[in-house]
């Protein structure tokens, strides 16, 4: 009987892959770079941050293989972790791009942010979808999801960016874990003490069924060496995140009031891959936008004060500045969204691939054009949709498509301004503002920047609200305010004396420098987010482990 795949660790599971004699750690134990986060937090660290990353071959070819360790801290993506994984990637792409051919394979283990550093799993994710975009115009990036942890939260929202996905017939995907759920929606929406329920939503098997795993194979390391090395020959496709129309009619014709259970929903798809489809993203709603700060900017920013839109909660117009053509694209709420989970200004499925088809809209128009339109994404999202139906769907696939389609426009010469004028929480930070050349930010105490609400990172890590309160004092990542995320270095601008909720026209006025100067300053740049890493206050400490992890794994590559 061959050995399981899956009772191997992050390590174990990275040499069982490579052929014999190939295996070359980077960043390994010994370098002992860990986390300088945990400790002030009464937490161990680990040497190698859950990360294992090794260079060797899979039947002769080339391959970067970057393995997690669920068992530290649930696979948590962290600073240190997170920019082991962007900086590997990063140097992957440089490969390709001088035509040596190397092929990336992530093993999944992960819960997604490791919630004590909270902000920076966030930034770390973002840095970690961009190079898997850019990857995968040179070669199939795989990724493996064998069991144990799974692939959840931020992580999942990766894991759907790859060119091929594989799991294990024990493995788990979601965005949203059903003890998140439960906490933000209530046990009626998704009881996270029934284990049958949860595996028959977010199992593999249904995950195959409905399009979001492309392959299942045996837990056996011949098997998944086989799938991995078909992975790499098999003929370029469009990434699942491409697939916006699709998804979009599926979406339209998805019955949202009645009673849904797994089982309904794999029949639903399979009738749908199966029968041609029209794309109609019309629906009745109404936006109630009356504490709206991402509609009441985006009125400011576009002169629209009445906008007309397909989809209530997302806003979308073209208007000229500075003689520019620049597209400007808000999430706001619909108090009578079909989702109900997504009525208040949360990222949910519809909203995930309505701003794909608008980012890539623009895209698709400026194919040919040397000079590509700025994209200005207004930022206020209180969270993504907790909801049942959302994680059966697959919220994870559809954040990734925006979150892609951002990307994609960021690499293609787009420059792509955020502008934080209300909440950036979690996931829909993540779809909506993180892949953002530049960001800026309101200096306003009602806007919070997290990965988690309180009452539900509190239960995660099980911690009181007051004990996590108090943690944000030694590690700024894990606070929610404005300012403290300033500190960590990821923001072009951070404006103060602004009127956030009933803004003066010399307050617009000076957002708009503020715009205006952000997209000035991408002309010539990298396209990629390494700004982020050389503002001010990234140098000065904000993110020092990074810095230092991406300098010694480059000295070692």
């Given at each position: 009987?061959?050995?399981?795949?899956?009772?191997?660790?992050?390590?174990?599971?990275?040499?069982?892959?490579?052929?014999?004699?190939?295996?070359?750690?980077?960043?390994?134990?010994?370098?002992?770079?860990?986390?300088?986060?945990?400790?002030?937090?009464?937490?161990?660290?680990?040497?190698?941050?859950?990360?294992?990353?090794?260079?060797?071959?899979?039947?002769?070819?080339?391959?970067?293989?970057?393995?997690?360790?669920?068992?530290?801290?649930?696979?948590?993506?962290?600073?240190?972790?997170?920019?082991?994984?962007?900086?590997?990637?990063?140097?992957?792409?440089?490969?390709?791009?001088?035509?040596?051919?190397?092929?990336?394979?992530?093993?999944?283990?992960?819960?997604?942010?490791?919630?004590?550093?909270?902000?920076?799993?966030?930034?770390?994710?973002?840095?970690?979808?961009?190079?898997?975009?850019?990857?995968?115009?040179?070669?199939?990036?795989?990724?493996?999801?064998?069991?144990?942890?799974?692939?959840?939260?931020?992580?999942?929202?990766?894991?759907?960016?790859?060119?091929?996905?594989?799991?294990?017939?024990?493995?788990?995907?979601?965005?949203?874990?059903?003890?998140?759920?439960?906490?933000?929606?209530?046990?009626?929406?998704?009881?996270?003490?029934?284990?049958?329920?949860?595996?028959?939503?977010?199992?593999?098997?249904?995950?195959?069924?409905?399009?979001?795993?492309?392959?299942?194979?045996?837990?056996?390391?011949?098997?998944?060496?086989?799938?991995?090395?078909?992975?790499?020959?098999?003929?370029?496709?469009?990434?699942?995140?491409?697939?916006?129309?699709?998804?979009?009619?599926?979406?339209?014709?998805?019955?949202?009031?009645?009673?849904?259970?797994?089982?309904?929903?794999?029949?639903?798809?399979?009738?749908?891959?199966?029968?041609?489809?029209?794309?109609?993203?019309?629906?009745?709603?109404?936006?109630?936008?009356?504490?709206?700060?991402?509609?009441?900017?985006?009125?400011?920013?576009?002169?629209?004060?009445?906008?007309?839109?397909?989809?209530?909660?997302?806003?979308?117009?073209?208007?000229?500045?500075?003689?520019?053509?620049?597209?400007?694209?808000?999430?706001v709420p619909d108090a009578r969204s079909r989702f109900q989970r997504a009525r208040k200004g949360e990222v949910g499925l519809l909203e995930g691939w309505t701003l794909a088809q608008i980012v890539r809209d623009a895209i698709k128009q400026d194919e040919h054009k040397e000079v590509k339109?700025?994209?200005?994404?207004?930022?206020?999202?209180?969270?993504?949709?907790?909801?049942?139906?959302?994680?059966?769907?697959?919220?994870?696939?559809?954040?990734?498509?925006?979150?892609?389609?951002?990307?994609?426009?960021?690499?293609?010469?787009?420059?792509?301004?955020?502008?934080?004028?209300?909440?950036?929480?979690?996931?829909?930070?993540?779809?909506?503002?993180?892949?953002?050349?530049?960001?800026?930010?309101?200096?306003?105490?009602?806007?919070?920047?997290?990965?988690?609400?309180?009452?539900?990172?509190?239960?995660?890590?099980?911690?009181?609200?007051?004990?996590?309160?108090?943690?944000?004092?030694?590690?700024?990542?894990?606070?929610?305010?404005?300012?403290?995320?300033?500190?960590?270095?990821?923001?072009?601008?951070?404006?103060?004396?602004?009127?956030?909720?009933?803004?003066?026209?010399?307050?617009?006025?000076?957002?708009?420098?503020?715009?205006?100067?952000?997209?000035?300053?991408?002309?010539?740049?990298?396209?990629?987010?390494?700004?982020?890493?050389?503002?001010?206050?990234?140098?000065?400490?904000?993110?020092?482990?990074?810095?230092?992890?991406?300098?010694?794994?480059?000295?070692?590559?």
């Amino acid at each position: 009987m061959q050995n399981s795949f899956v009772e191997l660790n992050g390590r174990e599971r990275a040499k069982a892959l490579l052929d014999q004699g190939t295996f070359r750690e980077l960043l390994g134990p010994l370098d002992n770079i860990q986390s300088p986060h945990l400790e002030p937090q009464g937490i161990v660290p680990q040497s190698d941050d859950g990360i294992v990353l090794a260079l060797g071959t899979i039947r002769g070819q080339k391959v970067l293989i970057i393995s997690m360790e669920g068992a530290f801290q649930g696979g948590g993506i962290g600073e240190v972790s997170g920019a082991k994984i962007s900086g590997a990637l990063e140097l992957a792409v440089e490969e390709n791009q001088q035509g040596h051919t190397l092929y990336p394979v992530m093993i999944f283990d992960t819960g997604g942010v490791r919630l004590q550093e909270a902000n920076y799993g966030l930034l770390s994710i973002s840095e970690i979808c961009t190079q898997i975009v850019a990857l995968r115009k040179y070669v199939p990036v795989v990724g493996l999801i064998p069991g144990r942890v799974g692939a959840f939260g931020g992580m999942s929202i990766t894991a759907e960016l790859f060119t091929t996905l594989i799991a294990t017939k024990k493995a788990r995907l979601g965005l949203n874990g059903p003890e998140v759920i439960e906490q933000e929606a209530g046990v009626m929406e998704f009881d996270s003490s029934d284990k049958a329920l949860i595996w028959n939503t977010i199992g593999v098997n249904q995950r195959f069924a409905t399009g979001l795993v492309d392959e299942v194979v045996e837990d056996t390391t011949e098997a998944v060496i086989d799938a991995v090395s078909t992975a790499f020959a098999a003929p370029a496709k469009p990434a699942k995140t491409e697939q916006v129309d699709f998804h979009l009619s599926l979406l339209a014709k998805l019955d949202t009031q009645g009673e849904w259970t797994p089982e309904r929903y794999r029949e639903f798809y399979s009738q749908h891959t199966s029968t041609p489809q029209s794309v109609s993203l019309a629906q009745e709603g109404k936006a109630d936008i009356a504490d709206s700060r991402g509609y009441h900017w985006f009125s400011l920013l576009t002169g629209i004060v009445h906008p007309v839109s397909e989809v209530p909660s997302v806003l979308a117009a073209d208007v000229t500045k500075n003689g520019v053509l620049t597209r400007v694209i808000s999430v706001v709420p619909d108090a009578r969204s079909r989702f109900q989970r997504a009525r208040k200004g949360e990222v949910g499925l519809l909203e995930g691939w309505t701003l794909a088809q608008i980012v890539r809209d623009a895209i698709k128009q400026d194919e040919h054009k040397e000079v590509k339109r700025p994209i200005i994404a207004v930022i206020d999202v209180p969270s993504q949709a907790y909801g049942y139906k959302e994680e059966m769907v697959g919220i994870s696939l559809a954040l990734a498509a925006s979150a892609d389609a951002y990307a994609t426009a960021r690499l293609q010469g787009h420059p792509v301004i955020g502008v934080i004028v209300g909440n950036a929480i979690s996931g829909a930070f993540l779809a909506h503002g993180l892949q953002s050349n530049r960001l800026i930010a309101l200096n306003d105490d009602k806007i919070n920047i997290q990965a988690m609400s309180k009452a539900s990172a509190a239960r995660i890590t099980k911690r009181t609200i007051a004990e996590l309160e108090e943690a944000t004092k030694k590690v700024p990542a894990m606070a929610y305010d404005v300012n403290s995320y300033s500190t960590l270095g990821p923001l072009y601008r951070l404006l103060s004396d602004i009127e956030a909720d009933a803004p003066k026209a010399a307050d617009v006025a000076a957002v708009e420098r503020a715009i205006a100067e952000a997209i000035s300053s991408t002309v010539g740049a990298k396209r990629d987010l390494s700004f982020r890493l050389q503002t001010q206050e990234a140098l000065a400490g904000g993110r020092k482990a990074t810095l230092k992890v991406r300098e010694v794994l480059r000295q070692q590559w």
